[in-house]
Structures are given as C-alpha cells and as structure tokens.
C-alpha cells in the first residue's frame, strides 16, 4: 500500500518568517513529487514539483527531495498571511501491478500569524 | 496556460438520481483522472483514464461510477444511484493539474 504521510498541523509561522513543511512516503518506485496549495472549498494548486534529489527553488518557495530517506519537503521564505491554507504533498508513482496515480497526503494546515 | 474544465461548479440532486459530472482535461495530456474530497477529509483517488479505458480505480469506485471520453475531448464521470455519501467535491485532473472541482450536494 503507498502511502504519504504529513503532519496535519496546524502549523503556526510568523509572517516574514520561513515556513518549513514535511511529507514522508513509502513507495520505492516513486518518480515525482508534487506540493499543492488548498484554500477552504477550493481545488487544489500546484505549486512546486520536484523529480530529483536535492533542491528546487522557485520565487519564495523551495522544494527539497531526499529519496533514500523517502523525504521531501517545502520551504517557503518570507510567509505572508496570504500562504495560509493546507498545503498537499503528492507522490506519483507507478507501481509494478497498477497505473500511475497520484496519491496525496493528508495535508498540513498552515497558519501565518501577522 | 492551459487548464482543466470542470462543469456545472455545484450540482444538488436527490437520492437515487443519476449525476454526469463533466470535464474538459489538457488536450495533449494521455492520463486523466477523478478524485474526491469529502468535506475536511483528504483528496482521495477515484479512477485513470488512460489510452480510452480505464487504467486503474480505487474501492471507493464501484459499480455506481463510471468514466467515458465520449467525443474524445470531454472526460465524464458517471454516478448512476447518488447516496447521501456521495456528497463531496469532485475534481478532474489532467496528470498533476487539476480542475476547480464540482461541489455536490446529495439530498
């Protein structure tokens, strides 16, 4: 069974500061990684994919991918009020017996406070 | 940018009706698919689409759903006998890009 695995927070970050976001998954044969944006009752965003190990930067936001830890992360620099929403990460993944999905974590819920 | 169409945005309907919930996904893309999000829950895998059939589908998709690309641009999901738990947000995605969803409402 895949799976990807968040803290569902929520996460509490004073604006101007950096926001720091985790996911862990289990499938080995994993190739991409993904982080989406939720507003409440909205569908989700993307924002960042990142398909090799290291790190991916993007305008404030930088992704980061470990996969011999099975990690990948979010960072986004200098949050703002306007960043606050849950925030998916998302693996797609091709198994040996089925079709490639995306699969999404819980998601964690992140709070920028002024 | 090209984007996923999703229509109607919100649709009510009673128990025991039939529901087409519709999208128009990238036209170049080859994987498509449906998921859904009951309220405060997490997004969660219905079917692929892949080459005109169906490539794989979760539990949830059982013999109630069904997906067709009728016309080759327009990617239906089908729920034939809408239960109360049905109501939920549906979302269409074109590989990682998705559709701003349809809300519905099972009364």
Redesign the interface.
């Known amino acids: 069974q895949k799976e990807v695995e968040q803290n569902s927070g929520p996460l509490s970050v004073p604006e101007g500061a950096i926001a720091s976001l985790n996911c862990t998954y289990s499938d080995r044969v994993s190739q991409?990684f993904?982080w989406?944006r939720q507003y409440s009752?909205?569908?989700?965003?993307?924002i960042m994919?990142i398909y090799s190990n290291g790190d991916k930067e993007d305008g404030r936001f930088t992704a980061q991918l470990n996969k011999a830890s099975q990690y990948v992360s979010l960072l986004i620099r200098d949050s703002q009020p306007s960043d606050s929403a849950t925030y998916?990460c998302?693996v797609?993944a091709t198994g040996y017996s089925?079709?490639?999905?995306?699969?999404?974590?819980?998601?964690t819920r992140l709070s920028i406070r002024p | 940018e090209p984007e996923v169409t999703q229509t109607p945005s919100h649709q009510v309907t009673q128990m025991g009706q039939e529901v087409i919930l519709r999208c128009v996904p990238i036209s170049n893309h080859l994987y498509f698919y449906w998921y859904r999000q009951i309220l405060g829950q997490k997004v969660e895998f219905l079917v692929s689409f892949y080459n005109n059939e169906i490539s794989e589908k979760s539990e949830i998709f059982d013999d109630q759903f069904s997906v067709e690309r009728p016309d080759g641009s327009n990617f239906t999901l089908k729920i034939r006998s809408t239960k109360l738990e049905d109501s939920a947000m549906y979302f269409c995605a074109s590989r990682e890009h998705f559709g701003s969803g349809t809300r519905l409402t099972v009364v």
């Open positions: 991409s993904f989406y009752g909205k569908s989700p965003e993307l994919s998916l998302a797609f089925s079709a490639s999905k995306i699969i999404f974590g819980s998601g």
